[in-house]
């Protein structure tokens, strides 16, 4: 377990960018992703009947689609034990395999770091 404390500066802002965001919209999930310019994005889970993303898959989308060409580094709020392959997937394909994933609970404290790759 890592204390979101220890983390630097810039981590610690997307832990809890993706955790409020989490409380705010009432969703299982929440994220946030830095991008090459520091810009970040957040985002919740989308379950639409038509359309079921993970909420770091729908961070990503909305760095692409804002022009993001890389990620720094990605949070993701959650009940879940590990970031699943299909969120590591998302942020390898903008970020490349070296790119940290923080998994924080709903407490904000950071349980895993993992790379994307």
Known sequence: MTESTDLGPEDRKIVTLARSTRARNGVPEGAAVRDETGRTYVAGTVQLESLRLSALQTAVAMAVA????SLEAAA?????????????AAVRDLG??????????PDGVVRLSVTAG
């Open 96 to 105: 490349g395999p070296a790119t940290p994933v923080l998994l924080a609970g």
């Open 66 to 69: 804002s022009g993001a060409t």
């Open 76 to 88: 993701i709020v959650s009940e879940a034990e590990a970031p699943s392959d299909a969120d590591r």
